[in-house]
């Protein structure tokens, strides 16, 4: 037994909730100083180019937004809490390799956000694995398609079965919550208050809002 008659589970128990509150208390603190920085640095603006999930791909004129990755020239931001930006501020929002990480619900929230912020006749990018591709390359045992992919998204180990890259392209060794194929995602966002999705593929966007990451598995 330890101090105060606490079992040394309790006691392990009670120094976890401390750590899960400071954790809590710093989340909340950033999440603050970083949401007021966005919204002044946003204030009164308009035409802005958002980069969500922009990880270390962060883009000199675009406004680049990432949840993990504290790092220069980018905003430390959970948009799960919504954006402090005006509605009909935003041109483009650019989300690759971003949606997979919430889950449905979260993702409907998150494309309604969008739509809110988007201008008339603005525009959003969204670069997903395809679900669709994956099954029917597995259903159709396609070698040519999966043994190029045995180390997608940086897998360390080789991913030496079919199941295996699949279970990489729809979990990211955990990480991802859902997993997309363009029927969903159409529905999802024409429900979000899209007016228009189309099927896109790597780097065939304009010029002015190329900014597609060039990883060789991102085609996949």
Same mark, same amino acid.
């Given at each position: 037994?330890?101090?105060?008659?606490?079992?040394?589970?309790?006691?392990?128990?009670?120094?976890?909730?401390?750590?899960?509150?400071?954790?809590?208390?710093?989340?909340?603190?950033?999440?603050?100083?970083?949401?007021?920085?966005?919204?002044?640095?946003?204030? &009164?603006?308009?035409?802005?180019?958002?980069?969500?999930?922009?990880?270390?791909?962060?883009?000199?004129?675009?406004?680049?937004?990432?949840?993990?990755?504290?790092? #220069?020239?980018?905003?430390?931001?959970?948009?799960?809490?919504?954006?402090?930006?005006?509605?009909?501020?935003?041109?483009?929002?650019?989300?690759?390799?971003?949606?997979?990480?919430?889950?449905?619900?979260?993702?409907?929230?998150?494309?309604?956000?969008?739509?809110?912020?988007?201008?008339?006749?603005?525009?959003?990018?969204?670069?997903?694995?395809?679900?669709?591709?994956?099954?029917?390359?597995?259903?159709?045992?396609?070698?040519?398609?999966?043994?190029?992919?045995?180390?997608?998204?940086?897998?360390?180990?080789?991913?030496?079965?079919?199941?295996?890259?699949?279970?990489?392209?729809?979990?990211?060794? &955990?990480?991802?919550?859902?997993?997309?194929?363009?029927?969903?995602?159409?529905?999802? #966002?024409?429900?979000?208050?899209?007016?228009?999705?189309?099927?896109?593929?790597?780097?065939?966007?304009?010029?002015?809002?190329?900014?597609?990451?060039?990883?060789?598995?991102?085609? #996949?």
């Amino acid at each position: 037994m330890l101090a105060m008659g606490l079992s040394r589970g309790t006691w392990n128990r009670l120094r976890d909730v401390r750590a899960s509150l400071r954790g809590l208390r710093n989340y909340a603190l950033k999440q603050a100083f970083q949401g007021r920085a966005l919204a002044n640095f946003c204030h &009164g603006k308009s035409g802005l180019l958002l980069n969500i999930g922009c990880g270390p791909l962060t883009k000199a004129g675009w406004i680049n937004i990432d949840y993990e990755s504290n790092v #220069a020239n980018s905003f430390y931001f959970d948009v799960r809490n919504g954006l402090p930006l005006a509605n009909g501020s935003v041109k483009h929002i650019h989300a690759e390799h971003f949606l997979g990480y919430l889950d449905y619900d979260e993702a409907l929230q998150f494309l309604r956000e969008c739509s809110r912020m988007l201008e008339t006749g603005g525009t959003m990018r969204i670069i997903v694995p395809d679900l669709e591709k994956y099954i029917r390359a597995y259903a159709a045992g396609d070698a040519t398609f999966f043994n190029p992919l045995r180390h997608l998204g940086g897998a360390v180990k080789p991913l030496t079965t079919k199941a295996m890259v699949c279970n990489q392209t729809c979990r990211m060794g &955990g990480a991802y919550k859902f997993s997309w194929d363009f029927e969903t995602l159409e529905q999802a #966002a024409l429900s979000c208050g899209f007016s228009q999705v189309v099927r896109s593929k790597i780097n065939d966007a304009p010029p002015d809002l190329a900014i597609d990451g060039q990883d060789w598995w991102r085609s #996949a």
